[in-house]
């Protein structure tokens, strides 16, 4: 079993749509929860950032923890077409070893 | 101010030679991280280091790969005999101190023939 599970899609969505982002992890000690968003041949660029269980808000982006259920989403609102890019969850339960998830694909449609 | 600078963005090497690639990380950051990503597969951490120092190489093959971080000059991730698995992109990050969010460069994309 992967210490980070993410669904790898393609996901596609008309603009405007709500991207629903999922990652689930199997090691209850993770502390702290990232989104990263990278374009292709691009690097990571750190989007969401998160230590405790519930809900934070940036703009578009909403990132969620569920430490109980060791689950972590990340919802984009009014997509756009510039949103198209593949995201990255990540995790660490020390302050810089990061776990990663596969990364999901997503295409917003114009 | 500049973001975290890799160097070269990509590099073809046969198999047998060796591969250096660089980071300079961003101005006031101490901290360095490698990363490797193969191909549909999600970032694996390679290693952290501080200046002169070593902090956590866990993710490094045990053999021909090496990383250095010196007082003076760019990060340098080294690998030696190079063969074809060792064909993925290599992306440092960097941080102020030892923190979770760390930023990314474009990373080197090493393709080995």
């Known amino acids: 079993q992967k210490e980070v599970e993410q669904d790898p899609g393609p996901l596609s969505v008309p603009e405007g749509a709500i991207v629903s982002l999922n990652c689930t992890y199997s090691?209850?000690?993770?502390?702290?929860f990232m989104w990263y968003r990278q374009y292709s041949r691009k690097g990571p660029e750190l989007l969401m950032y998160?230590?405790?269980?519930g809900n934070k808000e940036d703009g578009r982006f909403t990132a969620q923890v569920d430490k109980s259920s060791k689950y972590i989403s990340l919802f984009i609102r009014d997509s756009q077409p510039s949103d198209s890019a593949t995201y990255l969850c990540?995790?660490?339960?020390?302050?810089?070893?990061?776990?990663f998830g596969a990364g999901t694909t997503v295409t917003v449609r114009a | 101010n500049a973001g975290v600078m890799q160097n070269p963005r990509h590099l073809v090497r046969r198999r047998g030679q060796e591969a250096r690639l660089r980071c300079s990380p961003m101005?006031?950051?101490?901290?360095v991280y490698w990363y490797r990503q193969l191909p549909e597969e999600g970032l694996k951490f390679m290693v952290y280091?501080?200046?002169?120092?070593?902090?956590?190489e866990s993710g490094m093959p045990k053999e021909r790969f090496s990383a250095e971080f010196p007082k003076e000059g760019p990060s340098i991730l080294r690998i030696q005999q190079v063969v074809r698995g060792d064909s993925a992109a290599y992306f440092c990050?960097?941080?102020?101190?030892?923190?979770?969010?760390?930023?990314f460069g474009q990373g080197t994309r090493l393709t080995v023939v």
């Open positions: 990050a960097s941080s102020p101190g030892a923190a979770p969010e760390a930023f």
């Open positions: 090691n209850s000690a993770f502390q702290y």
């Open positions: 998160t230590y405790s269980s």
């Open positions: 990540a995790m660490t339960l020390n302050d810089y070893k990061l776990s």
């Open positions: 101005k006031g950051h101490s901290h």
């Open positions: 280091l501080q200046k002169e120092n070593i902090i956590d």
